[in-house]
């Protein structure tokens, strides 16, 4: 399969896209277009987060648990005192949760191409994107979750085209791993219900920010 350096340029190309879309189209400042670029670029490793083991998969996570704390930020702030002091206290904790809890949770928890190489997976993370990059501005918060997007996109069609190869020249043959990144349904019941829950949820939400009057009407009426 591509290895860590392939997938990490595939997400590069597709955040600098991004980037560059956006602060064409829509005047994004440089650099809310360097946080997209480092979105697709995360997105690019996104799926690997269910490896068993490695150095990729630690600096994955050494990435994730820097930009989640910064992400949920904008949105702990409002509700509590955020002097200098609770940051100190803030981003190490969620620094160690992540990689101390959360990563030995995920690794044993998952298995490596499951239910994170799949479509679902790529909408669930750009969705999550969207929600905590909203505060920020709708324009960023599209362009952040679209870069996020395409970098797990990317890492999926990168995956499947590794699944075939060319005999003789001419004859495309398929791997026994083809089907398992571009997927809608996992081989795990449990994985693949969590999964799609977790997509209704943060679905729920997203269409409840971005229409707000939809919800109520659906229940009340006109």
Same mark, same amino acid.
């Given at each position: 399969?591509?290895?860590?350096?392939?997938?990490?340029?595939?997400?590069?190309?597709?955040?600098?896209?991004?980037?560059?879309?956006?602060?064409?189209?829509?005047?994004?400042?440089?650099?809310?277009?360097?946080?997209?670029?480092?979105?697709?670029?995360?997105?690019?490793?996104?799926?690997?987060?269910?490896?068993?083991?490695?150095?990729?998969?630690?600096?994955?996570?050494?990435?994730?648990?820097?930009?989640?704390?910064?992400?949920?930020?904008?949105?702990?702030?409002?509700?509590?005192?955020?002097?200098?002091?609770?940051?100190?206290?803030?981003?190490?904790?969620?620094?160690?949760?992540?990689?101390?809890?959360?990563?030995?949770?995920?690794?044993?928890?998952?298995?490596?191409?499951?239910?994170?190489? $799949?479509?679902?997976?790529?909408? /669930? #993370?750009?969705?999550?994107?969207?929600? @905590?990059?909203?505060? %920020?501005? &709708? +324009?960023?918060?599209?362009?952040?979750?679209? $870069?996020?997007?395409?970098?797990? /996109? #990317?890492?999926?069609?990168?995956?499947? @085209?590794?699944?075939? %190869?060319? &005999? +003789?020249?001419?004859?495309?043959?398929?791997?026994?791993?083809?089907?398992?990144? /571009?997927?809608?349904?996992?081989?795990?019941?449990?994985?693949?219900?969590?999964?799609?829950?977790?997509?209704?949820?943060?679905?729920?939400?997203?269409?409840?920010?971005?229409?707000?009057?939809?919800?109520?009407?659906?229940?009340?009426?006109?």
């Amino acid at each position: 399969m591509p290895d860590f350096n392939i997938h990490l340029t595939a997400g590069v190309l597709t955040g600098t896209a991004m980037a560059t879309a956006g602060f064409i189209g829509h005047d994004l400042d440089p650099i809310q277009a360097g946080a997209v670029l480092i979105l697709g670029a995360t997105g690019g490793l996104l799926p690997d987060i269910d490896s068993d083991s490695g150095k990729p998969l630690a600096l994955l996570f050494q990435l994730v648990s820097v930009l989640i704390p910064i992400l949920v930020y904008p949105h702990v702030k409002p509700g509590l005192v955020t002097d200098i002091t609770f940051q100190l206290c803030y981003f190490p904790i969620f620094y160690l949760f992540i990689n101390y809890l959360a990563c030995p949770m995920v690794k044993k928890m998952t298995r490596h191409r499951g239910m994170m190489h $799949s479509l679902p997976f790529a909408f /669930l #993370s750009a969705e999550a994107a969207y929600i @905590l990059l909203d505060s %920020s501005g &709708k +324009f960023i918060a599209f362009y952040g979750s679209l $870069s996020v997007f395409c970098g797990c /996109l #990317s890492h999926l069609i990168l995956d499947e @085209l590794h699944a075939m %190869s060319l &005999k +003789f020249g001419f004859i495309v043959v398929v791997k026994r791993s083809s089907g398992s990144a /571009l997927k809608l349904v996992g081989n795990d019941i449990f994985s693949t219900f969590v999964t799609y829950s977790l997509l209704l949820l943060f679905s729920t939400a997203l269409v409840t920010r971005l229409f707000p009057d939809l919800i109520p009407f659906l229940f009340t009426g006109p």
